[in-house]
Nanobody, 124 residues
Framework: QVQLVESGGGLVQAGDSLRLSCVAS????????MGWFRQGPGKGREFVAA????????YYADSVKGRFTISRDNAKNTVYLQMNSLKPEDTAVYYC?????????????????WGQGTQVTVSS
């Protein structure tokens, strides 16, 4: 059984930074790609970023490109999301998830395990 536990959310002001972490239990973490999604108030779940199993390939939603950075440490079974220059529209619950896909990282239906989410609130 795989468990994903996110942390690092909080209340910040516009322009601030946060780093989210997601620790995975279970074996073979390094064999899977990982993604971050978010769900804002009254909105559907949207793709934020993804990273390949080795960490060499990364993918971002246009809305966060240049501000967010995804990374991973396979020795620690952890994936990170560094969020800089935060905006009020980044307010959401952020989820990490695991996937075997190598094609369409933005498709949430291709992710098999999800964390419980961590709240990020950005005030103006």
């Amino acid at each position: 059984q795989v468990q994903l536990v996110e942390s690092g959310g909080g209340l910040v002001q516009a322009g601030d930074s946060l780093r989210l972490s997601c620790v995975a239990s279970g074996r073979a973490f390094s064999a899977y790609s990982m993604g971050w999604f978010r769900q804002g108030p009254g909105k559907g779940r949207e793709f934020v970023a993804a990273i390949g199993w080795s960490g060499r390939r990364t993918y971002y939603a246009d809305s966060v490109k240049g501000r967010f950075t995804i990374s991973r440490d396979n020795a620690k079974n952890t994936v990170y999301l560094q969020m800089n220059s935060l905006k009020p529209e980044d307010t959401a619950v952020y989820y990490c998830a695991r996937t075997s896909t190598t094609i369409n990282y933005s498709d949430s239906s291709l992710y098999d395990y999800w964390g419980q989410g961590t709240q990020v609130t950005v005030s103006s």
